[in-house]
């Protein structure tokens, strides 16, 4: 219980090297949310500004799985990071767009060929039956899958909900409280 008559009791003398390392811990996490706000501000400003409809930030796009196509490897509701190559080969997992980009397709190339000096691949999902019904001209081809993070596009996808819109206000309201009270 506090009482309020009760004297103030002298603030707690921290070491040097507590403080030290408390400051470059905050430096380090500022240093990240700074690096990832930044990610989301390139990653927005190309949608909006540049009306793309796959944006990279550093050349790198994040998306979301949609559907168990590619099913052991990745599954619906995992985010894929993808990044531009120069070239393409059997075996790659890449994303396409199809035609009229208002869509995108992740699966794996399968064969590949050059008519009329474009260069085509045949793709095919890995838990589907049949390859997919239209080649694939290298300029649609967004980028090769590079890493995986399972379940993490379902978690983004929530957070455009007005809850999850509401969760990312509390935190940001939470971070701005935690840094005043750890300045004090």
Known sequence: MICLNEPLKAPVKQSRTAVILKRIGMGALLVVLGFVLLCFALLIGERVIGKKTIPTAFGFAPLTVLTGSMEPEIYAGDMVIIHRQKDYAVGDTVTYELAGGNASVT????RTY???????YITKGTNNNAEDPLPVAKSQVAGKVVFVIPGLGTFLEWLKTPAGLTLVLLFGCIIVAAVYIVRS
Do not use: A, C, N, P
Not at 107 to 110: D, K, P, V, Y
Not at 114 to 120: A, D, P, Q, R
């Open 107 to 110: 699966h794996e190339i399968i």
């Open 114 to 120: 050059v008519e009329g000096g474009v260069t085509y």
